[in-house]
């Protein structure tokens, strides 16, 4: 489909039937519920602190900031999400919302939240909000998601700033923690989203998206969740024994990262019938969990520091 066709209905006369609700499903709540909560991380590690105003304002505009990256996605996604039996149900496909709100909605929302951040926070935190927009929107969403079956693997950048977004919002720099979340957050996407294409291959073939499993297929995909789980266990175990992170953090690391391995090891070794589904599907659901959990500990961590101190001083 050219560029003219993809676009052409923006110029549509009709009414838009969108709702609130359809206007909040384009925003990607459940993605926007993990931005936030990665980077609410970033910020509570910092040293130093923010004032609570700056704070959820910072907060806010990252959770907007990725709202603007969600609709902006489903704007130009328009065609193959209507595809997909897991996407086909989205605001812009069901005719809900035309492509020209989203696409309105999304470059709104995406230059007050930089703005926002940039003027009433810091620069630095506004720069690097505004470069995880254009990532996920152009490079991800426009380039690499149909060209290459390593779309996860570099997209997965995006995925993966918020809490770096944030650690800048508090100190206005960069450190090896927030550098730390951000690689775990990046090594932590293809595992996750292979698992998912495995058991919705048809889909992403229907739609003519390169997932790994449409271009290499599944035995190839099953290797490579394997090998990035490896990855993904020793970075994350790494900030402990290069004291960024504490005995607590380590091993919680240590037993999450147990539960990746031994599920990715099913998901590579049950390749066929309801055994290979159930290990993708296991995988995939224990993934969140695992990601969650790993970042939880960091904050009860910094929470429980903060009541030591209040009772003791």
């Known amino acids: 489909m050219s560029v003219v ?6 110029l549509s006369p009709r009414i838009s039937e969108a709702s609130v609700a359809d206007y909040i499903a384009l925003l990607k709540p459940r993605v926007m519920s993990l931005v936030i909560f990665t980077a609410l991380v970033g910020m509570m590690i910092a040293p130093d602190g923010l004032h609570p105003v700056l704070a959820i304002t910072s907060l806010l505009c ?21 595809l997909m039996s897991r996407t086909v149900n989205r605001p812009v496909p069901r005719g809900r919302i035309t492509p020209g709100e989203a696409l309105a909605f999304g470059l ?54 918020p809490p770096v977004v944030a650690w800048a919002s508090v100190t206005g720099s960069l450190a090896p923690e927030p550098i730390f979340l951000f690689l775990i957050i990046f090594l932590w996407t293809p595992p996750h989203f292979w698992a998912l294409a495995l058991f919705r291959t048809d889909d992403y073939a229907r739609a003519n ?23 993904l266990v020793a970075v994350a175990v790494l ?27 099913s998901v590579y070794r049950h390749r066929e019938g309801h055994a290979a589904l159930q290990a993708t599907r296991a995988l995939f659901k224990f993934s969140i ?10 904050l009860l961590d910094v929470i429980g520091a903060a009541f030591v101190r209040l009772i003791w001083s």
Not at 62 to 75: E, K, P, R, Y
């Open 5 to 10: 066709e993809h676009h052409a209905a923006e």
């Open 62 to 82: 990252i959770a907007v900031g990725a709202g603007a990256s969600g609709a902006l996605n489903m704007w130009y996604d328009a065609d193959i999400d209507a």
């Open 108 to 161: 709104t929302l995406s230059f007050f939240s930089v703005m926002t951040l940039g003027i009433l926070v810091n620069w630095i935190a506004g720069g690097l909000l505004a470069f995880t927009i254009f990532f996920y929107v152009v490079i991800y969403t426009m380039w690499l998601k149909r060209w290459t079956a390593q779309n996860i693997v570099i997209g997965g950048a995006a995925g993966a700033l």
């Open 289 to 298: 969990l695992y990601l969650f959990m790993l970042f939880a500990v960091l």
């Open 239 to 265: 900030p402990w024994p290069l004291g960024y992170f504490d005995a607590i953090y380590g091993v919680t690391s240590l037993l999450l990262g147990a539960g990746m391995l031994r599920l990715a090891i």
């Open 209 to 231: 998206v390169p997932m790994l499993p449409v271009v290499a297929g599944p035995d190839v995909t099953r290797l490579q969740i394997l090998l990035y789980t490896v990855l």
